[in-house]
């Protein structure tokens, strides 16, 4: 596994496109255990706050973590995401850049399927509600870096 969390860093932070189904795609690779350490500095916060209160730090305090819960994934893929059983990955359809991650006209999310080949995972598109296996390993994916001009 850690072989290919090293190799998804190489792609963090870069202008990248993806093809799936023999189309291009914007693809936003996730750097998903810096999103959840976030995630989970924000909860300590929130530690015995009332519902009014946290809705009130909420209203001024947010995360990635939770825009990508809330855009791109349902509660049968949040569950699978907190039992370790898929990492999310990557994020499709998106302009590269984007201020928040909060958009409702996207393309889905790649996660690793984790209850596979632990170090060449397959990989699944989750779009609408749908999970569909787009490679049957990592190594598989045509990930293009973007040349700026």
Same mark, same amino acid.
């Given at each position: 596994?850690?072989?290919?969390?090293?190799?998804?860093?190489?792609?963090?932070?870069?202008?990248?496109?993806?093809?799936?189904?023999?189309?291009?795609?914007?693809?936003?690779?996730?750097?998903?255990?810096?999103?959840?350490?976030?995630?989970?500095?924000?909860?300590?916060?929130?530690?015995?706050?009332?519902?009014?209160?946290?809705?009130?730090?909420?209203?001024?305090?947010?995360?990635?973590?939770?825009?990508?819960?809330?855009?791109?994934?349902?509660?049968?893929?949040?569950?699978?995401?907190?039992?370790?059983?898929? /990492?999310?990955?990557?994020? /499709?359809?998106?302009?590269?850049?984007?201020?928040?991650?909060?958009?409702?006209?996207?393309?889905?999310?790649?996660?690793?399927?984790?209850?596979?080949?632990?170090?060449?995972?397959?990989?699944?598109?989750?779009?609408?509600?749908?999970?569909?296996?787009?490679?049957?390993?990592?190594?598989?994916?045509?990930?293009?870096?973007?040349?700026?001009?």
């Amino acid at each position: 596994m850690e072989a290919i969390k090293k190799r998804l860093q190489s792609y963090i932070g870069k202008d990248l496109t993806i093809v799936i189904n023999e189309e291009n795609e914007n693809l936003i690779m996730l750097d998903w255990e810096q999103l959840d350490g976030e995630y989970a500095e924000m909860s300590s916060k929130m530690k015995g706050m009332t519902q009014e209160q946290m809705g009130d730090f909420l209203q001024g305090n947010s995360c990635d973590l939770m825009d990508i819960y809330d855009y791109f994934m349902d509660d049968d893929c949040i569950e699978r995401v907190e039992n370790k059983e898929w /990492l999310p990955i990557g994020l /499709l359809g998106l302009c590269h850049g984007p201020e928040s991650y909060a958009e409702m006209f996207h393309g889905g999310i790649l996660l690793l399927d984790l209850s596979a080949d632990p170090e060449n995972p397959p990989v699944i598109r989750f779009y609408e509600s749908e999970e569909s296996t787009i490679a049957e390993e990592f190594d598989s994916l045509q990930i293009t870096v973007v040349e700026e001009d």
